[in-house]
């Protein structure tokens, strides 16, 4: 799992100590609430607060999107203008700023022509043809924000920004004011590195050296990401047991290798939950509050979430949820598989979500099928995820593979029982339900197979039928902890050993 937290730094927790006033730069391709993807937002977004409130000083940099520019945000001119090499020319470009939190300092890289548009990194038909020029821009464009207030940390994310430690480690001469700074690179899926044909090398303005095996040449082509893995001081996933995964042939994508040799500088820290969003006692989408005291509210909202899926309001019913993106990584081509099956137990059945054309097809046939058991909303809507999450029963994740996860996080806080395949950050924050100790958070399951994933299925239904056992599994599934400053602090701590 990587480096063990130290035992002064495990006692630090217990106590809920300050950590110190290390100063950070957080290099992130979004961040909730400015834009986002995905989980990579989300975490940007919690992680940042959660380290000012440890009393570290944070600053954040990324890219001044369409939904930046035009948002509701309260930005001035940074009075700072940027001009970067991209290839034999310069490419100009200015900084927005605005505050978040307590303070902190988020830094907009405006250039419209890379960045204004209508979504962030792919059209309708497929990834953005220039997507290397933009995010070697925005590499080295973030490096000459930090210019005149020089970070201890730098904290990259994912492929767009792993650029920005290659440039400050290979041309140290070209950045001296960040001569001192320690780099971390945190990798949130590495089923997307950053991969671009040999031609685009000129638009790196990097010696031609650096194209090989160990660095950043990967079967032919350009890695991004693989090239900030090499020169990162440290090393994040963002669960313990993903950190073990990629390591191997199956999860590694290619790079296990390099994670093998980094062992001994990679972390795996489990990303948190935002409960100032996702609580059930506080939630402002759902039809009722309650909490693991008082479990009417509960009800209300499966009554609630069943009349606006249109299913027959019983409560006596076992409801399963589903929030997902629709693609075989999180296990669609599984449910594919055993859908029928599934749909012919006693259950109901919501899904909301989009993906893949021939998932989306699945599933709505499924509804077609089954009236009045199985409802399917294409598409997403933040409201009824929440309705979703404090209505359903049980929640369904399948995943082929799961770096972290959130939405099982906010299912043990709703009290909706997560069924989960043992991989990633699932693994690592759902606990199997034990009958004879009648202990455990959810039920999971680990073959990768519908015997399985039906098998788990079985096993939650039959405590289902039991009201004392199934909500006694409830309480437990609410009172689990896996608030974000839990997570920040195991970041703080890694952070003070590198710059100690």
């Known amino acids: 799992m990587g480096k063990q937290q130290t035992k002064a730094g495990r006692e630090r927790r217990k106590r809920k100590e300050p950590i110190g006033p290390v100063k950070i730069a957080m290099v992130s391709p979004e961040m909730v609430p400015f834009a986002k993807t995905g989980g990579l937002a989300d975490m940007a977004g919690s992680l940042c607060p959660a380290l000012e409130r440890l009393g570290l000083k944070v600053s954040v940099v990324m890219p001044a999107y369409r939904s930046v520019i035009h948002g509701n945000f309260s930005l001035i001119d940074g009075g700072l203008s940027v001009s970067v090499p991209i290839s034999d020319r310069q490419v100009e470009g200015s900084i927005l700023q605005t505050k978040l939190g307590q303070g902190m300092a988020v830094h907009f890289i405006r250039c419209d022509r890379y960045f204004d548009r209508e979504?962030?990194?792919?059209?309708?038909?497929?990834?953005?043809?220039?997507?290397?020029?933009?995010?070697?821009?925005?590499?080295?464009?973030?490096?000459?924000?930090?210019?005149?207030?020089?970070?201890?940390?730098?904290?990259?994310?994912?492929?767009?920004?792993?650029?920005?430690i290659v440039f400050l480690k290979a041309q140290p001469e070209n950045y001296p004011e960040l001569a001192s700074v320690k780099t971390v690179l945190t990798v949130h899926n590495l089923g997307y590195q950053g991969l671009f044909g040999y031609p685009d090398w000129h638009l790196l303005n990097l010696d031609r050296s650096l194209f090989n095996f160990r660095q950043l040449e990967f079967f032919g082509k350009i890695n991004f990401l693989k090239g900030g893995l090499v020169f990162a001081d440290a090393i994040t996933a963002v669960s313990p047991t993903y950190a073990e995964e990629i390591k191997s042939p199956e999860q590694g994508f290619g790079l296990e290798g390099l994670f093998q040799e980094r062992a001994q500088d990679l972390f795996g820290i489990l990303n948190g939950a935002d409960y100032a969003v996702w609580s059930p006692q506080a939630d402002r989408c759902i039809a009722r509050n309650y909490g693991a005291t008082d479990l009417a509210g509960k009800k209300v909202c499966k009554a609630d979430l069943q009349r606006a899926m249109g299913l027959p309001e019983t409560a006596g019913i076992p409801l399963v949820g589903m929030v997902s993106r629709l693609i075989a990584q999180k296990g669609l081509d599984l449910l594919e598989k055993c859908g029928e099956e599934l749909l012919g137990r006693n259950l109901q059945f919501v899904l909301l979500g989009s993906g893949e054309a021939k998932y989306e097809a699945a599933v709505r046939e499924w509804a077609l099928r089954h009236p009045g058991k199985a409802s399917v909303r294409i598409g997403f809507d933040e409201t009824l995820a929440h309705q979703i999450e404090a209505g359903a029963d049980l929640f369904l994740m399948p995943s082929q593979y799961e770096?972290?996860?959130?939405?099982?996080?906010?299912?043990?806080?709703?009290?909706?029982?997560?069924?989960?395949?043992?991989?990633?950050?699932?693994?690592?924050?759902?606990?199997?339900?034990?009958?004879?100790?009648?202990?455990?958070?959810?039920?999971?399951?680990?073959?990768?197979?519908?015997?399985?994933?039906?098998?788990?299925?079985?096993?939650?239904?039959n405590l289902f039928a039991r009201p004392k056992g199934w909500e006694a599994l409830v309480k437990r599934a609410m009172a689990a902890d896996f608030s974000w400053d839990r997570s920040a602090r195991a970041y703080a701590e890694m952070y003070q050993r590198l710059v100690s």
């Open 403 to 461: 770096p972290c996860g959130l939405n099982q996080l906010y299912s043990l806080k709703y009290g909706t029982i997560p069924i989960v395949r043992a991989t990633g950050g699932l693994k690592d924050s759902v606990i199997d339900y034990q009958p004879k100790s009648r202990s455990g958070t959810g039920f999971v399951f680990g073959p990768y197979e519908p015997a399985a994933l039906l098998d788990a299925l079985d096993r939650a239904l």
């Open 119 to 164: 979504a962030l990194y792919t059209a309708s038909e497929g990834d953005y043809v220039d997507n290397a020029e933009r995010f070697v821009f925005l590499a080295r464009a973030a490096l000459e924000a930090l210019r005149p207030n020089p970070p201890q940390i730098l904290h990259c994310h994912d492929w767009q920004t792993a650029l920005a």
